[in-house]
Nanobody, 128 residues
Framework: QVQLVESGGGLVQAGGSLRLSCAAS????????MGWFRQAPGHEREFVAT????????YYADSVKGRFTISRDNAKNTVYLQMNSLKPEDTAVYYC?????????????????????WGKGTLVTVSS
């Protein structure tokens, strides 16, 4: 399995921006669909965005569409999440995930059944 390490979280004011990164190691990165998920205190983990193996297809939760952009650099074994126009309700621990079997579209729906690899998460706090 691939190992994942997230970075880039922090404290930001509402309306601000952050870019999260997820560095992968251990396996062929381009074999994996990648995704970002988040979990706010007292809430279940939820889908944020996913990207296909070659980066051609992306999928977003309605709550972040138009504000967040997922991208990947297969040469650097890294997936990114650019977050703009942040809102207090975006406050959560953000997790990177990888799966070799699911498509990117399937990851967003099927993630509760288990994905191949998860990172430990990075905290994003948006103040009002």
């Amino acid at each position: 399995q691939v190992q994942l390490v997230e970075s880039g979280g922090g404290l930001v004011q509402a309306g601000g921006s952050l870019r999260l990164s997820c560095a992968a190691s251990g396996r062929t990165f381009s074999n994996y669909a990648m995704g970002w998920f988040r979990q706010a205190p007292g809430h279940e983990r939820e889908f944020v965005a996913t990207i296909s193996r070659l980066g051609r297809n992306t999928y977003y939760a309605d709550s972040v569409k138009g504000r967040f952009t997922i991208s990947r650099d297969n040469a650097k074994n890294t997936v990114y999440l650019q977050m703009n126009s942040l809102k207090p309700e975006d406050t959560a621990v953000y997790y990177c995930a990888a799966d070799q079997g699911f498509t990117a579209q399937q990851m967003g729906v099927q993630f509760t059944y288990g994905l191949d690899s998860w990172g430990k998460g990075t905290l994003v706090t948006v103040s009002s």
